[in-house]
């Protein structure tokens, strides 16, 4: 997961972006979490797999959120699950583990 951004032209707020790379086959879903709450809408644009001149895939996935939201200590997660992982992989990020 990359670090929060500050807003870019045409987004409301602060950006987190999900990537998985360098996986096969195709088939990968990314999806969001604030505080172990599923999130989705507006906020989330999800992007389509792309294949590499490798064979192997890569996927984003953005959440956008509001400044105060993303300032409110809340913690959000990216899941990333695939059919050769046994669990989803998860990685998470807070306003207090980085600034804008």
Not at 57 to 74: C, D, E, G, I, N
Request: with cysteine; proline share 8%; aromatic share 4%.
């Amino acid at each position: 997961m990359v670090a929060p951004q500050p807003p870019l032209p045409g987004l409301k707020g602060p950006t987190l972006v999900c990537l998985a790379k360098g996986f096969r086959p195709a088939g990968a879903a990314l999806s969001w979490s604030e505080d172990g709450a599923s999130v989705s809408g507006e906020e989330v644009q999800a992007g389509v797999a792309q294949r590499q001149s490798d064979g192997s895939y890569t996927l984003s996935s953005v959440l956008t959120l509001p400044t105060t939201r993303w300032r409110s200590a809340h913690t959000f997660t990216c899941h990333v699950s695939h059919s050769a992982l046994s669990s989803p992989l998860t990685k998470s990020v807070s306003s207090q583990q980085c600034s804008l």
